[in-house]
C-alpha cells in the first residue's frame, strides 16, 4: 500500500487586488456606523413611544395608535400637546449637535461649541432683550434670538482677527463674549419686574413644552435647508478636517470654505434654540458622543444629530415625570445641563488614561 504524502501547508500565493483590501477595510467601519444609527433611531422611538402614551391623562397604546392614523378619540392630547413636544425636541437636539460637530471638527478643539463659545448666549441675551425691554412675545422673540446669535459670531468672528477663525484664539474670544453675554443677561434680569424675569428665566432655561406645529415647520424648514448645505460641502469640510495644509492640497478654499462652514453652523445653533431656549450641553457633548461609538476618525455627521435627539427627547420625558410632582414644570434645559458634569469627569478621565490631562 503506497502512502501518500501531503505537503505541508505553505503560506498563500494568492494575489489579492488592492482594492478589494481597501474595500475590506472601509466596510467595517461602515458597518459599525450603520448598527450604532439603527440603534440610536431604535432609542428615538423608544422616546416617541413613551412620549405619547406618558402623562398625566392616561392614554391607552391602542387609543394611540388609533389617534394617529386619524381613528382614536385623543387627537388633542396626542397631536397638540405631545406630539408636537417630542418632534421639537428631536428637531433642535438634532440641529444642536450637528452645529457642535462642525464647530469641533473645523476649529480641532472639544470646547468648540456654540453653547460655550458664547454663540447660544448672544441668542439668549437678545431674546430676553425683547422680553424684558421690548415687550416682544411669540415668534418676535424667537427672531430675536436668531439675530442674536448671528450678532455673536459675527463679534467672535471681527474680535479674532485676520486668521482667527482657524483655532485656539477663536475659541478663547467665544468664551470671553459667552462671559459677557452672562453678565448682561444676569443684569437684564435683576433689573426686570419679577414677572417679566419669571418669564424670561423659562425661556433662558430651555423647553419645548407648547411647541406648536407652524414653529416646528419653521424649525425643519430652515434646519433642512441648512443640513442640505453641509452635506454638499462634505468634502471641504472632511478635508478641513485633516488640517489646513492638506486640505489646501486638496483643492479646498481654507478660508473661505471655513467661514461658510462655521456660518451654517451658526444658523443650525440660532434655529435650534430661537423657539425652545437655551438647552446646554447637547452641541457641546453629541459629536464627541457619537464619534466614540462609531469610532475614532469619522466625522459622525450622522451619528451626532440621532445622539443629539436622543438626549433632549430622554431628556425631557425625564423633566416630565421623574419630577411630576414639582409644582412648576422642569424645563428640559435643566436636564441637559445636569448631565453636563459626569459627562465632563468621563472626558477628563479619557484623556488622563491618553496621557493628555495635564
Request: glycine fraction near 12%; hydrophobic fraction near 60%; aromatic fraction near 6%.
Amino acid at each position: 500500500m503506497t502512502a501518500t504524502i501531503v505537503p505541508p501547508a505553505g503560506p498563500s500565493t494568492e494575489v489579492v487586488d488592492p482594492a478589494v483590501l481597501v474595500a475590506r477595510v472601509r466596510r467595517r467601519p461602515a458597518l459599525r456606523q450603520l448598527a450604532v444609527c439603527a440603534v440610536l433611531v431604535g432609542l428615538l422611538l423608544v422616546t416617541a413611544f413613551l412620549a405619547l402614551i406618558l402623562g398625566a391623562s392616561g392614554v391607552p397604546v391602542s387609543d394611540v395608535v388609533a389617534t394617529l392614523v386619524g381613528q382614536g378619540s385623543s387627537e388633542f392630547v396626542v397631536w397638540s400637546l405631545r406630539l408636537p413636544r417630542w418632534v421639537m425636541g428631536a428637531l433642535v437636539g438634532a440641529e444642536l449637535a450637528l452645529a457642535g460637530a462642525v464647530f469641533q471638527t473645523l476649529l480641532r478643539n472639544p470646547l468648540a461649541s456654540p453653547d460655550i463659545i458664547g454663540v447660544t448666549g448672544g441668542a439668549a441675551l437678545s431674546a430676553a432683550f425683547s422680553t424684558l425691554i421690548l415687550g416682544a412675545s411669540g415668534i418676535a422673540v424667537a427672531g430675536w434670538a436668531f439675530g442674536g446669535a448671528l450678532l455673536a459670531a459675527a463679534v467672535i468672528a471681527l474680535l479674532s482677527g485676520t486668521g482667527g477663525v482657524s483655532g485656539f484664539r477663536f475659541v478663547i474670544i467665544g468664551i470671553s463674549v459667552a462671559f459677557v453675554a452672562s453678565g448682561l443677561l444676569g443684569y437684564l434680569i435683576a433689573r426686570a419686574d419679577v414677572r417679566r424675569a419669571q418669564e424670561a428665566f423659562a425661556w433662558l432655561a430651555g423647553s419645548v413644552q407648547g411647541a406648536t406645529w407652524p414653529e416646528i415647520a419653521i424649525v425643519a424648514g430652515v434646519g433642512a435647508a441648512l443640513m442640505l448645505a453641509l452635506r454638499v460641502l462634505h468634502r471641504p469640510l472632511s478635508a478641513l478636517a485633516l488640517g489646513d495644509d492638506v486640505a489646501a492640497q486638496l483643492g479646498v478654499h481654507v478660508a473661505r470654505d471655513r467661514l461658510v462652514l462655521l456660518g451654517l453652523a451658526v444658523c443650525l445653533a440660532a434655529i435650534g434654540c430661537a423657539f425652545t431656549g437655551v438647552i446646554g450641553f447637547v452641541a457641546f457633548a453629541s459629536a464627541p458622543i457619537a464619534r466614540r461609538l462609531v469610532g475614532e476618525g469619522s466625522l459622525a455627521l450622522v451619528a451626532a444629530p440621532l445622539t443629539g435627539a436622543v438626549i433632549v427627547t430622554a431628556s425631557d420625558l425625564i423633566a416630565q415625570h421623574l419630577f411630576a410632582g414639582f409644582t412648576v414644570s422642569v424645563p428640559v434645559g435643566v436636564i441637559t445641563s445636569l448631565l453636563a458634569a459626569p459627562y465632563m469627569l468621563w472626558l477628563l478621565a479619557g484623556l488622563g488614561r491618553r496621557g493628555l490631562g495635564g
